[in-house]
């Protein structure tokens, strides 16, 4: 009998019902919060923490937690809806189905540099701005190209959020989570840059290896049955019309969020536009464009779902008062433990913290104001404070079930998560030996 994989609605579930139990378990308490007058952001008082009345949470509320978690996702939930919606009318004019016929059949004995070029958007997007939910809407696109490649569908996974989060996690340059964690640490904006690209270009080397390499032993099928299946026809100037909108809207994603600091509504209202554009230039009219963006809803919604049901989780440990006591917990031991050892433990915490809170700006600004002071007591580097928590959203990106974001990535890509981990198992292994080597070798350096 075929064992059944676990399906992410049950797996979100069990981690909800989890979670409600710890805070029947675990003791409530907080830190003290106050705003900070330059940034706007509530932060977390150092030192504040302390024991609270415990306010455990129940059947009923953790019934309550789902339309919560909903109602506080909405602005991921929709944006996924509309991307989805929009890139399905893209595909429903036939311009992505020849695109990708032309590309297997010039590089169909060559499927690196298909990768290759079918990860730049995805490296770009990651490196500077933490690409990460708008991936979504793109996989069913990336799983036709694998398909057509004889490959299966995680490298549409590896190539997507897999090259963007490792670009994410170690760029120089990210102006999502350096934007945050840097001014929070009083670091001046990109610092240690040159530390930064070096890891870097180490990671990349790691990721875009295994993804060879993984992909040279699973292909299957010989490049002339390729070739002969992937038969395209000229080029149409519709296609051209559609594929042209489809570039100006990823620059215009790219550079509404790097200089324009755009956020999840307007990146939504590009995919609208790209969505009336598209069917309108294709062909579709009206009529046929409202009918496909009308599919691309319904395809996309148990993905956009996946991402509001995890928000409940953070739900339940918030009204439990558990969320505090775990990140108190985690970075209380640094206290008691070498200068190097307590940068690698630091890597360690947050990465476990990644479990409870996978939003990077959640744990920045939970965790950097505790971390902080104790490492300038400690005689730490704030630097080597913000490397740790960077490098952990390898974790939060890559690892944790607690991400609707990726729940909802493989659900749409039909690998199960156990599946999907024996995949990132080995890469990531590396990818964090990496960091706690760097890690080591900044703190011994020096790096301010």
Not at 353 to 367: E, I, T, Y
Request: charged share 10%; glycine share 10%; hydrophobic share 55%.
């Amino acid at each position: 009998m075929k064992q059944r994989s676990l399906d992410p609605i049950l797996l979100i579930g069990a981690i909800i019902i989890l979670a409600a139990i710890l805070t029947w378990i675990l003791p409530a308490g907080r830190f003290e919060r106050a705003r900070d007058p330059q940034s706007g952001r509530t932060l977390v008082v150092p030192g504040s923490y302390q024991r609270v009345p415990a306010n455990p949470v129940g059947p009923w509320g953790v019934l309550e937690s789902i339309p919560q978690g909903l109602v506080e996702a909405a602005e991921v939930v929709f944006f996924v809806l509309l991307a989805g919606g929009a890139l399905t009318v893209v595909e429903g004019t036939g311009a992505i189905a020849n695109f990708l016929n032309h590309t297997v059949a010039r590089f169909a004995d060559r499927p690196l540099i298909v990768l290759a070029l079918s990860s730049v958007l995805f490296l770009l997007g990651g490196a500077t701005n933490n690409m990460y939910e708008e991936i979504l809407a793109f996989i069913p696109l990336l799983c036709a190209l694998m398909g057509r490649m004889r490959l299966p569908n995680e490298m549409a996974l590896g190539v997507s959020v897999g090259m963007s989060s490792v670009a994410s996690v170690f760029s120089p340059v990210n102006a999502f989570t350096l934007g945050i964690s840097q001014p929070l640490a009083e670091l001046r904006f990109f610092s240690g840059f040159v530390f930064r690209s070096v890891m870097f270009v180490a990671a990349m080397a790691i990721w875009c290896g295994y993804l060879a390499w993984y992909a040279t032993r699973r292909r299957t099928g010989p490049s002339e049955q390729l070739v002969e299946q992937a038969r395209p026809g000229k080029w149409q100037p519709r296609d051209i019309a559609v594929l042209a909108a489809l570039a100006l809207a990823m620059a215009l994603l790219v550079i509404g969020g790097v200089f324009w600091h755009w956020e999840l509504r307007q990146f939504s209202a590009v995919f609208v536009l790209l969505g009336i554009s598209a069917g309108l230039a294709g062909g579709l009219g009206w009529r046929g464009t409202s009918e496909r963006f009308a599919d691309g809803l319904q395809r996309m919604i148990l993905g956009a779902a996946l991402v509001g049901l995890a928000r409940a989780i953070s739900v339940v440990l918030s009204t439990g008062m558990i969320l505090d006591t775990i990140s108190n917990a985690l970075f209380s031991p640094l206290r008691h433990l070498p200068l190097s050892l307590s940068a690698v433990t630091m890597l360690v915490s947050e990465s476990l913290l990644a479990f409870p809170m996978p939003s990077d700006s959640g744990r920045a600004v939970m965790s950097l104001p505790v971390v902080i002071p104790l490492a300038d007591l400690l005689g730490l580097s704030r630097q080597m404070v913000v490397v740790a928590y960077q490098y952990s959203g390898i974790v939060s990106s890559l690892v944790t079930p607690t991400t609707g974001a990726l729940l909802a990535m493989l659900a749409l890509s039909q690998v199960s998560f156990a599946r999907w981990l024996r995949f990132i198992g080995v890469p990531c292994v590396l990818l964090l030996i990496l960091a706690a080597l760097g890690i080591v070798a900044g703190v011994e350096l020096g790096i301010q």
